[in-house]
């Protein structure tokens, strides 16, 4: 099994950034693609950027385009999130996800998935 442990949210104002982070441990060699997801209250879990591991392709959410830069480490096994110019709408909690789906913003594509971690706006 692969485990995934989110770091870095927090409460931040708006216009400012945070940078996330996942750490990725277990047998990890049929990972293709990793993730973000992020959930507000009251809403559904939505694609938020994903990263083709081994390449580097890349892919954001229209809301995000611009403002977050999806990267990895390969060596470290890990994967982040720069998130800067921060939004009130982006308040929710981010979850990593790690899956073998070629299409990165497909939610049932991911087969695991991080505890999340709070991230936090304010006006």
């Known amino acids: 099994q692969v485990q995934l442990v989110e770091s870095g949210g927090g409460l931040v104002q708006a216009g400012g950034s945070l940078r996330l982070s996942c750490a990725a441990s277990?047998?990890?060699?049929?990972?293709?693609?990793m993730g973000w997801f992020r959930q507000a209250p009251g809403k559904e879990r939505e694609f938020v950027a994903g990263?083709?591991?081994?390449?580097?392709?890349?892919n954001y959410a229209d809301s995000v385009k611009g403002r977050f830069t999806i990267f990895r480490d390969n060596a470290k096994n890990a994967v982040y999130l720069q998130m800067n110019s921060l939004k009130p709408e982006d308040t929710a909690v981010y979850y990593c996800?790690?899956?073998?789906?070629?299409?990165?913003?497909?939610?049932?594509?991911?087969?695991?998935w991080g505890q999340g971690t709070q991230v936090t706006v304010t006006v």
């Open positions: 996800a790690a899956g073998t789906t070629t299409d990165a913003s497909i939610r049932d594509g991911y087969n695991y």
């Open positions: 277990g047998h990890t060699v049929v990972t293709y693609i």
């Open positions: 990263i083709w591991w081994r390449i580097g392709i890349t």
